[in-house]
């Protein structure tokens, strides 16, 4: 039985590991972090794993030391995860070969991010996963919080029957940080999937004084190579026990898991292949541009390492013409991305065009107007591979044009708050949707925007609210309600360009209104006037500090929200979960 949890993906998959992990070597790193504290709260409040014991977490002088931690661990037949990011993968990888080498069950959950290059960004993309592939772990990925949910769960289930390890990887911030309602299943039923066999075979490997054994030794020429070959058939193997294991969640939560999952008309002429957050958004443009008649799909990769080449063609429609990969990464001097040159290679001999492009580095927003601009672009006479999707490239003009004014009508509520790190907006902004998931039958979405400097930077929430699933994973373009926390934003940003007709303003300051009319800028009169926008204002800074909340403005402007919204009264003692 199904049961519903507003959750983001850090919290669920670091519950999920929990309950497989006997010790956690942590050390902290944007956006991963949550997930290590989250262990750690687990740990201390005594609740128990699946194997009825309380898990050790162990925090390390850095990632390498984690890494060498979980090494260790599962050396003495000890079930051992991790979680990172960014530069703290990569401190792991030396480490990663000698898990793959030595076949030991490892977890690491990765929220994917950036690399310092030219610069350092806190922000996501798949750099740091594609850094790994050569490692010899397997890969999993996830491209909403619902399915980093069950691919944590697949994750460890599938590297304890296999003895190999895994990575499974969800894209930081966008889907680690994003709040969302997603169903829950029973930790009975999933603790019924453990290989109990297996996970005796990787117990009867520990290190033992009763059970002397060599590891670990120099090897040369005479038998390197063929030892190095002889592990060919635990990959070939690996990619049936995931299958099973993406079969047996299919059972229990009614999904469709499988290594590549094919979305969009049967008889679709353009295809995207690409995996993370992003398709999401191509599936719900895919959704709009069928009923225009247009034969668009996608292929959303989960099991990227082992590459399947033989499952990635079996869901390919026989009616594909044109294909372009999508990587958010860039390698320097390469041919193609990663994601692009495995399916080159995989579909070598078939006769369909094939492109590469790169998006969303550092967590640029990727909207359906930029899908749809890839499958026009795909539909010209001769696209070229190497392009870029997103930003305006006029240096090496290899960026591909597409119209900002598309928008897909879609029947949610959405609301923008603008607020400044440390005010607590953000805190309300979770909080608004925590209680709207738990106490009404309505799905929710949560995001936020952070600026690097953190405290005092101004930060964007953005809210949507929903009868339906929400699949859309860009930032909100047409709020009904913007809320801003300091009335300077709205001389300084143009921040009702984008407000939906007949919306509403909910603005916090110390002007009273004739003072507000007399000195606000006379483009921002003509968007109130053009769109027909109410504007509130509350003195929510002086109503704060009267009451000893300093700049905690976040509560009394949350109580005018829920007010505005109208979706539930503010009695909360009256509240039913449903």
Do not use: W
């Not at 690491?108 to 350092?120: C, D, E, G, K, Q």
């Not at 003072?515 to 509130?536: C, F, G, H, S, W």
């Amino acid at each position: 039985m199904n049961d519903y949890k507003t959750t983001d993906a850090n919290s669920i998959v670091s519950t999920v590991a929990y309950n497989f992990s006997e010790i956690c070597g942590i050390y902290p790193i944007t956006p991963a972090s949550p997930m290590a504290e989250n262990i750690d709260i687990l740990s201390n409040q005594n609740k128990l794993n699946f194997f009825k014991n309380k898990v050790k977490v162990i925090e390390m002088q850095s990632e390498a030391g984690a890494i060498a931690l979980v090494h260790g661990a599962l050396q003495a037949g000890v079930l051992a995860s991790s979680f990172t990011a960014s530069q703290g993968l990569l401190l792991m990888i030396p480490t990663l070969y000698k898990l793959s080498g030595e076949m030991l069950p490892a977890v690491i959950h990765v929220a994917a991010r950036s690399l310092s290059t030219h610069a350092l960004s806190i922000l996501g993309d798949h750099q740091d996963i594609y850094a790994t592939r050569q490692t010899g772990v397997c890969i999993l990925a996830s491209s909403s919080v619902q399915q980093s949910y069950h691919f944590a769960n697949i994750a460890h289930l599938s590297a304890i029957s296999s003895s190999l390890p895994f990575i499974h990887f969800f894209d930081g911030f966008r889907t680690s940080h994003e709040i969302n309602k997603i169903k829950i299943l029973n930790d009975l039923e999933i603790k019924k999937l453990l290989d109990v066999k297996g996970l005796y075979t990787f117990r009867n490997k520990a290190l033992n004084v009763n059970k002397p054994n060599t590891r670990g030794t120099n090897e040369n020429d005479d038998i390197y190579f063929q030892n190095t070959e002889a592990r060919n058939i635990d990959y070939e193997q690996v990619i049936e026990i995931t299958i099973n294991y993406l079969n047996k969640i299919n059972n229990l939560a009614n999904t469709n898991y499988q290594p590549f999952n094919y979305y969009g008309d049967k008889d679709a002429t353009t295809l995207i292949v690409a995996m993370g957050s992003v398709c999401q958004t191509i599936k719900e443009t895919i959704d709009y541009l069928i009923t225009k008649n247009k034969k668009v799909g996608l292929i959303e990769v989960h099991l990227y390492r082992p590459f399947s080449a033989k499952h990635l063609i079996k869901v390919l429609p026989n009616t594909i013409k044109r294909i372009a990969v999508l990587d958010r990464t860039k390698e320097f001097g390469s041919i193609g991305e990663p994601l692009y040159l495995d399916v080159v290679a995989s579909l070598k001999d078939l006769d369909i065009k094939i492109i590469g492009g790169r998006y969303g580095l550092s967590s640029k927003n990727t909207t359906p107007s930029h899908i749809k601009a890839i499958y026009d672009y795909l539909s010209q006479k001769n696209p070229s591979s190497n392009f870029t999707i997103g930003i305006d490239d006029d240096v090496t003009k290899r960026s591909i044009p597409y119209n900002k004014n598309f928008h897909i009508p879609l029947p949610h509520r959405e609301i923008l708050i603008y607020g400044y790190g440390s005010d607590g907006m953000v805190g309300t902004s979770k909080d608004i949707i925590k209680i709207i998931g738990e106490y009404t039958p309505l799905f929710v979405q949560s995001y936020s925007q952070y600026d690097s400097k953190k405290s005092g930077s101004i930060t964007r929430s953005h809210i949507r609210i929903s009868k339906n699933e929400i699949l859309s994973t860009y930032y909100v373009d047409n709020p009904e309600l913007i809320v801003i926390s300091k009335d300077n934003y709205l001389y300084n940003y143009d921040i009702l360009d984008n407000i939906k007709q007949n919306g509403i303003v909910l603005l916090n300051t110390n002007l009273f209104e004739q003072e507000l009319v007399k000195t606000l800028p006379n483009r921002v009169k003509k968007q109130l006037a053009d769109k027909n926008i109410t504007i509130y204002i509350i003195n929510a800074t002086s109503i704060a500090t009267n009451h000893g909340l300093k700049n905690k403005i976040s509560t009394c402007l949350e109580i005018c929200i829920f007010k505005l919204l109208n979706i539930i009264k503010e009695d909360y003692q009256n509240f039913k979960r449903t």
